[in-house]
């Protein structure tokens, strides 16, 4: 007789789950395995429920545990094994601070909330992923060994972060002389350096003037994502007539699985306008693929009367070799390069009200209905932190490897500034340096009103 398949995977299933239980140490007799858990909890480890079943977070927690207890001279073997000894001490409450020490192997949101910190501190290049690796050991050592020359009878530089230092770690530290994001003063906005910002690379100019009033790496080339799409905006508008109806191309679709669409389908109409407006809202790559198509007959042909606008615009260190920015060898531009684009591109009417636009309906297609798109960036957002009152677009971007791109404008008493940063870990950081930059902008722009009054008395 047959076994149907629906019921041999849920034998495999049972099967894989009672060979999983069986590999896992089994507890020595006596032994509290709920009360043990739920210690573990309270001191930090992130092992879900206290369920009485020791599975694999649990066997790990107690892992970790165990390796502390060894390290600080106590008589236990780190096996993950709860045995009577093993218990007895994670469960003593005189060794609660030695418990919760974070080091090599442990994980959960502590861990994070210690990454983001040293991360803040430009300390740690890596993402806040959760978990305590060996580049995250040698982070927390750098910042032990600043502390340490300040404090050192209570800073012993060793890479893992006793209860004590977590504290200070995730406290105020504006006053333990780190030059870094994390403690700038924002209150005083005209003492910016790129040291206070996130980005690995940033350019900030003057608009009208094209005066370069802060940089950080400016000149250094990196992968822009799809800030890229200034560059395919700019040349397709030199290229097309925006009025024109065209058709969708095939080479719509001919876009890497994990890119962000508008979406627009082969061999549907639309005006050119429209397909621009999406590319640019929705950072569209089907939308860009399909601009360059239309312009040009090929996105590599495309790419190459890119390089030809960058060369005339002076981006010296910029090469295109696609429309959308999907990471690519040989596709790079630089933060100086970025900012000089958008300066051009904002002199131009259309490229200013699709760059600087956060609605826009995308008329009915015979391939689908009314399409609105939107911008949602927190920047944009009175009632998020991140808010930036007088910014505008141009253009965001983000790849796993090229981090989060911003291109953004701001405008306030008769000063325009434009703004690239690059290499972000996360949006919030790009919307801080923003902020930032504009402020010291706006510092060192606008005129001490008190200057041109006449002397009192």
Not at 210 to 238: H, R
Not at 317 to 325: A, E, M, Q, T, Y
Not at 440 to 453: C, F, L, Q, S
Request: contains cysteine; negative net charge.
């Amino acid at each position: 007789m047959k076994v149907r398949k629906p019921f041999r995977r849920m034998i495999c299933a049972i099967l894989a789950a009672f060979l999983l239980l069986s590999a896992l140490p089994a507890p020595a007799e006596g032994t509290d395995i709920k009360a043990l858990q739920e210690r573990l909890i309270a001191l930090g480890f992130e092992i879900g429920k206290a369920d009485g079943i020791p599975g694999k977070k649990t066997t790990a927690a107690i892992l970790q545990a165990q390796t502390i207890l060894a390290e600080a001279g106590m008589d236990v073997q780190p096996t993950g094994i709860p045995d009577a000894k093993t218990a007895q001490l994670i469960l003593q409450e005189q060794n609660s601070g030695l418990l919760r020490t974070l080091q090599k192997g442990s994980w959960g949101s502590r861990v994070k909330e210690v990454q983001q910190q040293l991360i803040g501190l430009n300390l740690l290049k890596d993402k806040a992923d959760g978990q305590y690796g060996g580049n995250t050991e040698n982070a927390v050592k750098a910042f032990e060994e600043h502390m340490a020359a300040r404090e050192p009878e209570k800073i012993q530089p060793d890479g893992k972060l006793s209860e004590a230092e977590y504290l200070l770690l995730t406290g105020d530290l504006k006053d333990f002389g780190f030059e870094a994001p994390l403690c700038f003063d924002d209150a005083q906005p005209e003492t910016l350096t790129g040291a206070y910002l996130y980005a690995e690379k940033a350019c900030l100019i003057n608009a009208s003037t094209g005066e370069v009033l802060l940089e950080k790496a400016a000149d250094e080339p990196a992968e822009p994502a799809s800030t890229t799409k200034i560059m395919t905006l700019l040349t397709a508008l030199e290229l097309c007539d925006p009025e024109k109806k065209v058709v969708i191309p095939e080479a719509a679709k001919e876009v890497p699985k994990d890119s962000t669409l508008v979406p627009v389908t082969p061999g549907e109409t639309m005006v050119m306008r429209d397909l621009l407006y999406g590319m640019m809202i929705r950072s569209g790559n089907d939308a860009a693929n399909a601009v360059a198509v239309l312009c040009s007959g090929s996105p590599e042909a495309f790419a190459e009367k890119m390089n030809a606008t960058a060369e005339k615009l002076g981006m010296k260190h910029s090469r295109f070799v696609n429309p959308h920015g999907y990471t690519a060898a040989g596709h790079y531009t630089t933060a100086r390069d970025l900012v000089t684009a958008a300066r051009y591109g904002l002199t131009q009417p259309l490229f200013r009200e699709i760059v600087t636009c956060l609605k826009y309906t995308l008329p009915a297609t015979e391939k689908r209905g009314e399409l609105p798109v939107t911008v949602k960036w927190e920047l944009f957002n009175p009632l998020s932190q991140y808010y930036i009152p007088h910014a505008a677009g141009v253009k965001s971007g983000y790849t796993s490897t090229a981090g989060f791109c911003y291109v953004g404008a701001y405008q306030e008493n008769g000063v325009t500034l434009i703004a690239a940063v690059m290499g972000g870990q996360t949006r919030n950081m790009a919307w801080t340096d923003l902020k930032r930059l504009f402020a010291y902008g706006m510092a060192k722009e606008t005129p001490d009103a008190d200057e041109d009054d006449p002397p009192q008395g």
